[in-house]
């Protein structure tokens, strides 16, 4: 009996509105968006620590992620990584922020 109340005063606390003071937070500003613009040089070359130095430098990106043919990538978006394609030589193909 005791159980049956106590998952009734549960059940009926989880109902309760919560009332919203002041303002709501904003999100926490990006710092390091991507932008791959600049790196349209860069396509054809081959894919090296270096270049992904540069890369990263460039285009402001706080990751980086390598996606070669047939690799599986998760669908998460995120606006500080830059997403750098090669081909199966290991040459770049394109970039995307994501």
Do not use: H
């Amino acid at each position: 009996m005791k159980i049956v109340l106590v998952a009734a005063l549960l059940a009926s606390a989880a109902c309760t509105p919560v009332e919203m003071r002041g303002e709501t937070p904003a999100a926490a500003p990006v710092e390091s968006a991507c932008n791959a613009d600049s790196l349209g040089d860069l396509v054809g070359k081959r894919a090296s620590d270096a270049r992904a130095d540069v890369m990263q430098t460039r285009s402001g990106a706080r990751t980086l992620r390598w996606i070669a043919p047939n690799t599986a990538t998760t669908k998460d978006f995120r606006v500080d990584r830059l997403n750098v394609y090669v081909d199966a030589k290991g040459r770049i193909e394109r970039f995307t922020c994501a």
